[in-house]
C-alpha cells in the first residue's frame, strides 16, 4: 500500500508482530483493535512504516489498518455512536481475542487481559502490562488517572480467599 | 462510599463470582489506586512490595515478618503511609500501617481490620452486589 508517497508491503501478521511488547498510548477518538487491544491508528501506521506522524491523518492511518482486517472503530461518546461505528468499520476478519472490538462491559474489556496488570476507569482498560511498574509509568507518561489497578485474575482459585494461615 | 463487587472474566469463559474490592490509593501513587480485596479475616493491611519504591515508600529498616497468605509463605515490611479511597464524588485520606509483601503473586491487595476496617462502618451487600464504607468519626 502507498502511505504518504511511500509505498509498503504490510500484511496484518507483520503488523501484530510490530506491536508486541509495544504499549498502547491512549485513545483520544479513533482506534484499531490488535492482538486484542485498541491501538490509535496513527500510532501503529507510524511504527510500523517509520514515517512521522506529521505525515499522514489519522483517517489515512485508519483506512490502511482496516484494508489489512483490523476492526475499527471510535471511542464511545455515547453507546450508541460507538456501537454503529464499529460495526461500519472495515471487514469483520483477523479475530481479536474475542473482544469484536467494542466491549460492552468491563469483563469483557478485561478478557483479553487475563494474567496482566490492568489500570481501568469505568469501563475502559487504559493500560494492560506484564508489572505494575510499567502501568504506573504509562499512566504517568500519558497523564492519565486510573480508578483502579489490579492483575487480572487468571482462575477463580487465585482469589478465593487470602486468609493468612 | 459504594463499591460494586468487582466482576472479571473467567479465564475458561463466562464470569467469576464478583468480589468486594476497594481501591485504595497509596500517598505518591494517587493515580493508580490498587484494587484490594475486602478480607475481614485479614489482621493487616497488604499489598505487593513492587508498589512501595513506585510509590516513593522507603522499606529499608523497617520491621519485617513471614507469614502464609492463602497457603503461600511471603514476607511483610511495615510502612506507615497515607491511604485515600475515593468514589469519585468524596473521598477520605487516613494514616495507616500497610505491609509490602513479596513474594505476592495475588491480583489484589488485602484490605484487612489494621489499616482499613478500622477506620470504616463497611456494610456489605453480597446479595444486591456491593458494598458501602463509611469513615469512622
Given at each position: 500500500?502507498?502511505?504518504?508517497?511511500?509505498?509498503?508491503?504490510?500484511?496484518?501478521?507483520?503488523?501484530?508482530?510490530?506491536?508486541?511488547?509495544?504499549?498502547?498510548?491512549?485513545?483520544?477518538?479513533?482506534?484499531?483493535?490488535?492482538?486484542?487491544?485498541?491501538?490509535?491508528?496513527?500510532?501503529?501506521?507510524?511504527?510500523?512504516?517509520?514515517?512521522?506522524?506529521?505525515?499522514?491523518?489519522?483517517?489515512?492511518?485508519?483506512?490502511?489498518?482496516?484494508?489489512?482486517?483490523?476492526?475499527?472503530?471510535?471511542?464511545?461518546?455515547?453507546?450508541?455512536?460507538?456501537?454503529?461505528?464499529?460495526?461500519?468499520?472495515?471487514?469483520?476478519?483477523?479475530?481479536?481475542?474475542?473482544?469484536?472490538?467494542?466491549?460492552?462491559t468491563l469483563v469483557?474489556?478485561?478478557?483479553?487481559?487475563?494474567?496482566?496488570?490492568?489500570?481501568?476507569?469505568?469501563d475502559?482498560?487504559?493500560?494492560?502490562?506484564?508489572?505494575?511498574?510499567?502501568?504506573?509509568?504509562?499512566?504517568?507518561?500519558?497523564?492519565?488517572?486510573?480508578?483502579?489497578?489490579?492483575?487480572?485474575?487468571?482462575?477463580?482459585?487465585?482469589i478465593?480467599?487470602?486468609?493468612?494461615? | 462510599m459504594r463499591f460494586p463487587f468487582r466482576e472479571l472474566?473467567?479465564?475458561?469463559?463466562?464470569e467469576l463470582t464478583p468480589r468486594p474490592v476497594v481501591?485504595?490509593?497509596?500517598?505518591?501513587?494517587?493515580?493508580?489506586?490498587?484494587?484490594?480485596l475486602l478480607?475481614?479475616?485479614?489482621?493487616?493491611?497488604?499489598?505487593?512490595?513492587?508498589?512501595?519504591?513506585?510509590?516513593?515508600?522507603?522499606?529499608?529498616?523497617?520491621?519485617?515478618?513471614?507469614?502464609?497468605?492463602?497457603?503461600?509463605?511471603?514476607?511483610?515490611?511495615?510502612?506507615?503511609?497515607?491511604?485515600?479511597?475515593?468514589d469519585?464524588?468524596?473521598?477520605?485520606?487516613?494514616?495507616?500501617?500497610?505491609?509490602?509483601?513479596?513474594?505476592?503473586?495475588?491480583?489484589?491487595?488485602?484490605?484487612?481490620?489494621?489499616?482499613?476496617?478500622?477506620?470504616?462502618?463497611v456494610t456489605i451487600r453480597a446479595y444486591d452486589g456491593y458494598l458501602d464504607i463509611?469513615?469512622?468519626?
Open positions: 500500500m502507498t502511505v504518504s508517497g511511500h509505498r509498503y508491503e504490510l500484511d496484518s501478521r507483520g503488523v501484530q508482530s510490530a506491536l508486541e511488547g509495544v504499549l498502547p498510548e491512549p485513545i483520544h477518538e479513533h482506534f484499531v483493535v490488535i492482538n486484542g487491544r485498541r491501538w490509535p491508528p496513527k500510532q501503529v501506521l507510524a511504527l510500523v512504516t517509520g514515517l512521522d506522524r506529521a505525515d499522514f491523518t489519522t483517517h489515512q492511518a485508519r483506512r490502511a489498518l482496516t484494508r489489512l482486517g483490523f476492526p475499527a472503530a471510535r471511542a464511545a461518546r455515547s453507546r450508541s455512536h460507538h456501537m454503529r461505528a464499529a460495526q461500519a468499520a472495515g471487514p469483520a476478519a483477523s479475530p481479536v481475542g474475542g473482544t469484536g472490538g467494542t466491549p460492552r469483557e474489556a478485561l478478557r483479553p487481559f487475563i494474567g496482566l496488570w490492568v489500570a481501568v476507569r469505568g475502559e482498560v487504559l493500560v494492560a502490562a506484564s508489572s505494575p511498574k510499567e502501568v504506573v509509568a504509562w499512566l504517568a507518561q500519558h497523564g492519565q488517572r486510573a480508578q483502579s489497578m489490579f492483575r487480572v485474575p487468571d482462575s477463580d482459585q487465585a478465593t480467599g487470602a486468609a493468612p494461615q | 472474566p473467567a479465564a475458561g469463559g463466562g481501591d485504595i490509593a497509596l500517598e505518591g501513587l494517587l493515580a493508580a489506586p490498587m484494587g484490594c478480607d475481614s479475616g485479614a489482621l493487616r493491611t497488604r499489598m505487593s512490595a513492587e508498589l512501595a519504591p513506585l510509590a516513593g515508600i522507603e522499606l529499608d529498616g523497617a520491621p519485617t515478618e513471614e507469614f502464609f497468605v492463602a497457603g503461600l509463605k511471603t514476607g511483610g515490611t511495615l510502612a506507615r503511609v497515607n491511604l485515600t479511597v475515593t469519585g464524588a468524596e473521598e477520605f485520606s487516613w494514616d495507616a500501617p500497610v505491609w509490602f509483601c513479596d513474594p505476592w503473586p495475588h491480583p489484589f491487595g488485602l484490605a484487612g481490620l489494621e489499616g482499613f476496617l478500622h477506620h470504616f462502618i463509611e469513615p469512622q468519626p
